[in-house]
């Protein structure tokens, strides 16, 4: 049993930074744009959110409001490169996938400059601990698996509900899955796809931000260049595994991260297996079910990667 | 379309232009006059004219760069290597011109091999058994100087050094610390992959356990990543959560592990460390012990064998034995550890220190944890 609670309770605080870069991504694919920069947006969350903190503090404790300061700046700065992402994209109208590419090298490229100007070498920031929820989280098993996380960890659920509500039950939402299905009948009826579009790339920019500034003030506490490794493009999976629905999305960060944390507890138990294979699971795990999921391609957004050009005929 | 396209390489060369600033030129560590390694002859009071002594002629510089995939603050593997060569700049005044290449991909390494090669350099070490290739293919192109890498005990060409360090030696004496003072008997080790100087280490640090408490659960796990410290965090929580109260690790990654460990402020958690650089930082304070690679022993070894004219075909071995690795209990915790870990620790390192050669006291390959 507690085997299990170890895996869950493990599996649940993981699972944090790839929903949120996952939602995130999930608005931008939502509006037609498929934004392969989300690793490079994480980075430089990652090394803006520790950077506050870090800076004031040099290692020691300082007040949490500085952590949440750290998470605000990464979070703006996300939103700016969505923004600086849908200028290229959208208004230039490059080729999304390479843009992304080129992004993704632009922000962790950045990062790494800054970091290596700002801070110089790996350096660790007390971080933002974990706050039990009173009374709540003495609950025998239920407490440890639900109630005695990150402060963030209680935010990126609450994000999953809320980006459903946003998505399917506001006006915006409801602008958002038309731009990214029907563009032009979308633009017919008065809605400026185009604007739409930088709306939720700036969206996914602030949530791509958060997720990197939880790796490195919530789960890492430090900053390194490679900090993100590769879980940008994971969320970018995540989105297709998650058919683009929020609570699918969830589905697909805890599997992911319940299968790192089982593969982590198994290697502990000493089995003679060869641990590569292991390590190899999650991945595994999310290429089979994206293989055999084959509702996916007929779910995604219809105007998916496509530019829109008002003054063009399709 | 030809804006889109010039917008789209600008964002690409803006990229890219940031990735390449993120690697470091070679700065040169230090250039002294090479006068001054010129070694003075002793004069001995006599009531005779003494011969005159024959001025020993001065001692070459020898022109070092090093390839690093990390960076040279990196608080791991990198920077072992980097203080390494800049304390060998200090022990052979005079001696030694240093540079060196950071985050080179084994991929981007060649051109950074071409242009130090071009510019005169005698030795040229890839840090990392990654350079393997690269290191081989260069050193047949440029059989006038010599290259190094490692960790790896291969010999691949006449003008090649490997070496490697035998890190069962101080994955030993921490696996005593642990073994003697864990409570839980519960350990947890996190290893980045089961290969070359880490999986020594890690080999070691079960049998250092071993020796002192056989009944000792040791959990080893691995992330598959040498940097990835993101995923040691989550194996170190994953075995706290199991109940280890010891914790160790290698490579730079094991910072992660540590970090996960001082998140245990008030608890009965600690850290054997792999890197005496640990020790200083704000996460210290949880760190029992620490060993370190002293790669000066290296730069030492490739200097005296430049100077009687060997350029490589050679395995240089660290060890105690030669002061490849350094040892030191951590002063802020040293109230944890009690007279017999001590003593235990003294007498293992007594006879490390004693073994000369290749052979190891630490039958490390024997050691099957999975």
Same mark, same amino acid.
């Given at each position: 049993m507690?085997?299990i609670i170890?895996?869950l309770?493990?599996?649940i605080?993981?699972?944090?930074?790839?929903?949120?870069?996952?939602l995130?991504?999930?608005?931008?694919q939502?509006?037609? %744009?498929?934004?392969?920069?989300?690793?490079?947006?994480?980075?430089m969350?990652?090394?803006?959110?520790?950077?506050v903190p870090?800076?004031?503090?040099k290692?020691?404790?300082?007040?949490?409001?500085?952590?949440y300061?750290?998470?605000?700046?990464?979070?703006?700065?996300?939103?700016? !490169?969505? %923004?600086?992402?849908?200028?290229?994209?959208?208004?230039f109208?490059?080729?999304?996938?390479?843009?992304? %590419?080129?992004?993704?090298?632009?922000?962790?490229?950045?990062?790494?400059?800054?970091f290596? &100007?700002f801070?110089?070498?790996?350096?660790?920031v007390?971080?933002?601990?974990?706050?039990?929820?009173?009374?709540?989280? /003495?609950?025998?098993?239920l407490?440890? !698996?639900?109630?005695? &996380?990150?402060?963030?960890?209680?935010?990126?659920?609450?994000?999953?509900?809320l980006?459903?509500?946003?998505l399917?039950?506001?006006?915006?939402?409801l /602008?958002v /899955?038309?731009?990214?299905?029907?563009?032009r009948?979308?633009d017919?009826i008065?809605?400026?796809?185009?604007?739409?579009?930088?709306?939720?790339?700036?969206?996914?920019?602030a949530?791509?931000?958060?997720?990197?500034?939880?790796?490195?003030?919530?789960?890492?506490?430090?900053?390194?260049?490679?900090?993100?490794?590769?879980?940008?493009? %994971?969320?970018?999976?995540?989105?297709?595994?998650?058919?683009? &629905?929020?609570?699918?999305?969830?589905?697909?960060?805890?599997?992911f991260t !319940?299968a790192?944390?089982?593969?982590?507890?198994?290697?502990?138990?000493?089995?003679?297996?060869?641990?590569?294979?292991l390590?190899?699971?999650?991945?595994?795990?999310?290429?089979i079910?994206?293989?055999?999921s /084959?509702?996916?391609?007929?779910m995604?957004?219809?105007?998916?990667?496509?530019?829109?050009?008002?003054?063009?005929?399709? | 379309?030809?804006?889109?396209?010039?917008?789209?390489?600008?964002?690409?060369?803006?990229?890219? +232009?940031?990735?390449?600033?993120?690697?470091?030129?070679?700065? =040169?560590?230090t250039?002294?006059?090479?006068?001054?390694?010129v070694?003075?002859?002793?004069?001995?009071?006599?009531?005779t004219p003494?011969?005159?002594?024959?001025? $020993?002629k001065?001692?070459?510089?020898?022109?070092i760069?090093?390839i690093? *995939? #990390?960076t040279?603050?990196?608080?791991?593997?990198c920077?072992?290597?980097?203080?390494g060569?800049?304390?060998?700049?200090?022990?052979? $005044?005079?001696?030694?011109?240093?540079?060196?290449?950071?985050?080179m991909k $084994?991929?981007?390494?060649?051109?950074?091999v071409?242009?130090y090669?071009?510019?005169?350099?005698?030795v040229?070490?890839?840090?990392?058994?990654?350079?393997?290739? +690269?290191?081989t293919e260069?050193?047949?192109? @440029?059989?006038d100087?010599?290259?190094?890498f490692?960790?790896?005990?291969?010999?691949?060409?006449?003008?090649?050094?490997?070496?490697?360090?035998?890190?069962?030696?101080?994955g030993? +004496?921490?696996?005593?610390?642990?073994?003697?003072?864990?409570?839980s008997n519960?350990?947890g080790?996190?290893?980045p992959?089961?290969?070359?100087?880490a999986?020594?280490?890690?080999?070691?640090?079960v049998?250092?356990?071993?020796a002192? #408490?056989?009944?000792?659960n040791?959990?080893?796990?691995?992330?598959?990543?040498?940097?990835d410290?993101?995923?040691?965090?989550?194996?170190?929580?994953?075995?706290?959560?199991?109940g280890?109260?010891?914790? =160790?690790?290698s490579?730079?990654?094991?910072?992660?592990?540590?970090?996960?460990?001082?998140? @245990?402020?008030d608890k009965?958690?600690?850290w054997?460390?792999?890197?005496?650089?640990?020790?200083?930082?704000?996460?210290? @304070?949880?760190? +029992?012990?620490?060993?370190?690679y #002293? @790669?000066?022993?290296?730069?030492?070894?490739?200097?005296?064998?430049l100077?009687?004219?060997?350029?490589?075909?050679e395995?240089?071995?660290?060890?105690?034995?030669?002061?490849?690795?350094?040892?030191?209990? #951590?002063?802020?915790?040293?109230s944890?550890?009690?007279?017999?870990?001590?003593?235990?620790?003294? *007498?293992?390192?007594?006879a490390?220190?004693?073994?000369a050669?290749?052979a190891?006291?630490?039958?490390?390959?024997s050691?099957?944890y999975?």
């Amino acid at each position: 049993m507690t085997f299990i609670i170890n895996i869950l309770s493990l599996g649940i605080p993981f699972s944090v930074a790839l929903l949120i870069a996952s939602l995130g991504e999930m608005f931008n694919q939502r509006s037609g %744009i498929f934004n392969l920069g989300c690793e490079g947006m994480m980075a430089m969350g990652a090394f803006l959110g520790m950077l506050v903190p870090y800076s004031i503090g040099k290692g020691a404790d300082v007040p949490g409001i500085y952590n949440y300061l750290g998470l605000m700046l990464a979070t703006g700065v996300g939103a700016l !490169l969505g %923004i600086f992402f849908a200028l290229v994209v959208v208004t230039f109208r490059a080729p999304q996938g390479i843009a992304g %590419i080129g992004m993704q090298m632009f922000g962790v490229g950045t990062a790494g400059t800054l970091f290596r &100007h700002f801070i110089g070498g790996t350096q660790s920031v007390p971080g933002i601990n974990t706050a039990p929820i009173p009374g709540l989280s /003495r609950i025998p098993v239920l407490g440890p !698996l639900f109630f005695n &996380h990150n402060p963030l960890v209680y935010v990126a659920f609450l994000l999953v509900p809320l980006s459903w509500w946003v998505l399917f039950k506001t006006p915006w939402g409801l /602008r958002v /899955r038309a731009v990214g299905t029907h563009p032009r009948a979308a633009d017919s009826i008065g809605i400026q796809v185009n604007r739409v579009r930088y709306q939720a790339l700036a969206v996914g920019g602030a949530l791509a931000g958060l997720a990197g500034a939880y790796l490195s003030l919530c789960q890492a506490k430090m900053f390194s260049d490679e900090i993100i490794a590769g879980r940008g493009f %994971i969320a970018v999976a995540l989105v297709y595994f998650g058919q683009w &629905h929020p609570v699918k999305i969830m589905g697909g960060a805890l599997l992911f991260t !319940l299968a790192q944390a089982l593969q982590l507890a198994i290697q502990g138990l000493g089995i003679d297996f060869p641990y590569e294979f292991l390590v190899m699971l999650p991945y595994l795990l999310v290429i089979i079910v994206l293989a055999f999921s /084959r509702k996916t391609q007929k779910m995604g957004p219809t105007s998916l990667g496509k530019p829109f050009n008002r003054e063009m005929r399709t | 379309m030809k804006k889109a396209l010039f917008v789209l390489l600008a964002v690409l060369a803006i990229g890219l +232009l940031m990735v390449s600033c993120g690697k470091k030129e070679t700065p =040169t560590a230090t250039a002294p006059a090479p006068a001054q390694a010129v070694a003075q002859p002793a004069t001995v009071p006599a009531p005779t004219p003494a011969p005159v002594a024959e001025q $020993p002629k001065p001692a070459k510089v020898i022109k070092i760069a090093l390839i690093i *995939e #990390n960076t040279i603050d990196d608080k791991g593997w990198c920077q072992a290597m980097h203080d390494g060569i800049t304390l060998a700049v200090q022990q052979n $005044p005079g001696r030694i011109e240093y540079s060196y290449s950071e985050k080179m991909k $084994p991929v981007d390494a060649g051109s950074a091999v071409l242009q130090y090669a071009g510019q005169g350099y005698d030795v040229i070490i890839g840090h990392g058994a990654q350079y393997k290739n +690269l290191i081989t293919e260069m050193a047949a192109e @440029y059989p006038d100087i010599s290259f190094a890498f490692g960790t790896s005990s291969e010999i691949v060409g006449p003008n090649v050094f490997s070496y490697m360090p035998q890190s069962e030696e101080t994955g030993y +004496l921490n696996g005593l610390i642990a073994g003697m003072l864990t409570k839980s008997n519960v350990i947890g080790l996190i290893g980045p992959v089961d290969g070359g100087d880490a999986a020594r280490y890690n080999r070691g640090f079960v049998l250092g356990v071993k020796a002192v #408490n056989a009944s000792a659960n040791v959990m080893v796990a691995h992330t598959g990543s040498f940097s990835d410290f993101v995923k040691a965090t989550e194996v170190a929580h994953s075995q706290i959560r199991s109940g280890a109260d010891i914790l =160790t690790g290698s490579s730079q990654q094991a910072l992660g592990g540590l970090r996960a460990v001082a998140d @245990y402020r008030d608890k009965d958690i600690w850290w054997v460390g792999q890197d005496l650089a640990q020790i200083g930082i704000p996460e210290g @304070y949880k760190v +029992l012990s620490a060993s370190s690679y #002293n @790669y000066a022993a290296v730069i030492n070894t490739l200097v005296k064998r430049l100077d009687a004219g060997i350029k490589g075909g050679e395995n240089i071995p660290m060890n105690f034995n030669n002061d490849g690795f350094v040892f030191k209990f #951590n002063d802020a915790t040293k109230s944890k550890i009690t007279s017999a870990v001590e003593a235990k620790v003294n *007498e293992a390192l007594a006879a490390f220190k004693g073994q000369a050669g290749h052979a190891s006291v630490v039958d490390w390959s024997s050691v099957k944890y999975n």
